[in-house]
Nanobody, 119 residues
Framework: QVNLVESGGGLVQPGGSLRLSCAASGHFFSINDMGWYRQAPGKQREVVATITPGGSANYTDSVKGRFTISRDNFVNTAYLQMNTLNPQDTAVYYC?????????????WGRGTQVTVSS
């Protein structure tokens, strides 16, 4: 089982920055893809960014050039650096991890961290 602890959310003014962290812990053979999703009020959860163990990243179009996902495989932690935030980025951000035991691949979700962009 893998547990995820997210941190770094909060209230920021438009144009500001935040950095989210997601630390994975527990019993596993490997951590595979990691990612961030978000869900705004009244909307479906959407993918924001994902990153492979080798560091290959993908982003949804609305955050390209503003957000950067990274990971530290030594401490099983993913980061999301968010710059030039705008009110449309307001949402609960969820960390996602794909992980493997010796037999199967599994997925785990964090509890979410609120990001509010407002003046």
């Amino acid at each position: 089982q893998v547990n995820l602890v997210e941190s770094g959310g909060g209230l920021v003014q438009p144009g500001g920055s935040l950095r989210l962290s997601c630390a994975a812990s527990g019993h596993f053979f490997s951590i595979n893809d990691m990612g961030w999703y978000r869900q705004a009020p009244g909307k479906q959860r959407e993918v924001v960014a994902t990153i492979t163990p080798g560091g290959s990243a993908n982003y949804t179009d609305s955050v390209k050039g503003r957000f950067t996902i990274s990971r530290d495989n030594f401490v099983n932690t993913a980061y999301l650096q968010m710059n030039t935030l705008n009110p449309q980025d307001t949402a609960v951000y969820y960390c996602y991890v794909s992980w493997s035991d010796y037999l199967y691949e599994h997925s785990s979700w964090g509890r979410g961290t609120q990001v509010t962009v407002s003046s």
